[in-house]
T-cell receptor, first 114, second 110 residues
Framework: DAGITQSPRHKVTETGTPVTLRCHQT?????MYWYRQDPGHGLRLIHY???????DKGEVSDGYSVSRSKTEDFLLTLESATSSQTSVYFC?????????????FGEGSRLTVL | SQQGEEDPQALSIQEGENATMNCSYK?????LQWYRQNSGRGLVHLIL?????REKHSGRLRVTLDTSKKSSSLLITASRAADTASYFC??????????FGSGTRLQVQP
């Protein structure tokens, strides 16, 4: 257990509304990631962070922004949600004590955009 | 396009049988990892094989890696109903983050 919690776990919202998902970790890990999971696509990287205020884009970053003002929190924001952003969102961290780069995942946030 | 692609997409076997899943990838890698996902849960790391390794074992899991063919296989021996889950391969190319395939759904019938 890498001490990762995601909130909210479930959210239903309407097209055009802003949404923020939070990933919180308790063990001071440096690297944090946001993936989305859709049927037939596996997991696709949205954004990642390698430290406070250091973030970068993944392969499906359009329509998403992130912020990391504290080591423990990595926020994913949909400025204006669209139906194509209906998905399950997973936060993950790399355990700083590991030299293999394996990921530890949160339990996911299921977002439905109507 | 996905760096890793699993085959088959779905697999149904009886308890006690072996389950084999394959993963193909496109670019050179540092390591390849396999993850498991139970329905409605996050992914859990199973096993990692480095690019200079050919085979690795962990309990009932056996992973092979053929870098010349850019492919890997995951074998679960003596499967149990509790092994029912989706299995994903993920490649570490040294860039950004792990790249995941679309997964194999394994159903083990009791």
């Amino acid at each position: 257990d890498a001490g990762i919690t995601q909130s909210p776990r479930h959210k239903v919202t309407e097209t055009g509304t802003p949404v923020t998902l939070r990933c919180h970790q308790t063990e001071n890990h440096r690297y944090m990631y946001w993936y989305r999971q859709d049927p037939g696509h596996g997991l696709r990287l949205i954004h990642y962070s390698y430290g406070v205020k250091d973030t970068d884009k993944g392969e499906v970053s359009d329509g998403y922004s992130v912020s990391r003002s504290k080591t423990e929190d990595f926020l994913l924001t949909l400025e204006s949600a669209t139906s194509s952003q209906t998905s399950v969102y997973f936060c993950a961290i790399v355990d700083s004590r590991s030299n293999t780069g394996e990921l530890f995942f949160g339990e996911g946030s299921r977002l439905t955009v109507l | 396009s996905q760096q890793g692609e699993e085959d088959p997409q779905a697999l149904s076997i009886q308890e006690g049988e072996n389950a084999t899943m394959n993963c193909s990838y496109k670019t050179s890698i540092n390591n390849l990892q396999w993850y498991r996902q139970n329905s409605g849960r996050g992914l859990v790391h199973l096993i990692l094989i480095r690019s200079n390794e050919r085979e690795k074992h962990s309990g009932r899991l056996r992973v092979t890696l053929d870098t010349s063919k850019k492919s890997s296989s995951l074998l679960i021996t003596a499967s149990r109903a509790a092994d029912t889950a989706s299995y994903f391969c993920a490649t570490d190319t040294g860039r950004r983050a792990l790249t995941f395939g679309s997964g194999t759904r394994l159903q083990v019938q009791p």
